[in-house]
């Protein structure tokens, strides 16, 4: 292996490795703005934002048409709607791999937990408004057995295994904000904002604050 190959091979790594532990999440308090983020929610953010936080150029705010996208420090703000507020994104880490073998990312994040009803294609939503017990949803159906991560306001991390009807009961023993992640991963041709992959990583998160 030539050192350009293996630099190649590194930094191809390197990219995979921040794609799959990076989160998109949105914050909220009351109606105010939106606050967008891309870091890893665990992690006390460091000053000016993650690191890669400057690959979060554009992220689509469902239902809300031409928002007006204000760069801050760590983080994109955006006033919108009252309401639960959902953002998705399929162009912030490029397609990494092998030609005909790559993989990539779509992240889709929400806050609050007043509407029972999916709208994004992987979702987190409340099983009933303001319920302490959430779904994981794909495409319309529940997803079975699969970890969901939440993220207490203290930054502990638990990790939840949803039942049969995709369902799992967050513990909230604190007030603050919750941030719940799933991942699912998809073998399969598919076109990104980056281009074609054969592999689609979906992150998913939801947000809500308990006062």
């Known amino acids: 292996m030539t050192m350009k190959m ?4 590194v930094l191809l790594a390197a990219m995979a490795g921040a ?6 999440w949105v914050e909220r308090d009351g109606t105010g703005p939106v ?16 690191p890669e936080f400057a690959n979060l150029k554009a992220p689509r705010i469902l239902k809300v048409n031409h928002p ?11 006033v919108v709607p ?41 979702e ?21 057995g699969s970890k969901v991560i939440v993220i207490t306001p203290d930054r502990i991390s638990k990790v939840l295994v949803t039942n049969a009807q995709g369902v799992v009961e967050v513990p909230i023993q604190a007030r603050g904000r919750y ?19 054969r592999t689609v990583h979906n992150m998913t998160t939801t947000t809500f604050k308990v006062p």
Do not use: C, M
């Open 124 to 144: 987190i939503a409340p099983v009933a408004s303001n319920s302490s017990r959430f779904q994981l949803v794909r495409h319309g159906k529940p997803v079975a």
């Open 179 to 197: 941030i719940l992640s799933a991942a699912v991963k998809e073998d399969g041709e598919a076109v990104l904002a980056g281009g074609a992959v």
């Open 19 to 24: 794609a799959q532990a990076h989160e998109v």
């Open 35 to 50: 606050r967008i983020y891309l870091g890893e929610p665990a992690e006390a953010a460091p000053e000016g934002g993650d």
């Open 6 to 9: 293996a630099l190649t091979a």
């Open 82 to 122: 009252a309401g639960d507020i959902r953002v998705w994104d399929n162009d912030v880490f490029k397609p990494w791999g092998a030609d005909g073998a790559k993989e990539g990312v779509v992240y889709y994040a929400r806050a609050g937990r007043t509407e029972v009803a999916t709208q994004l294609p992987f």
């Open 68 to 78: 007006t996208l204000v760069r801050k420090a760590g983080y994109i703000e955006a």
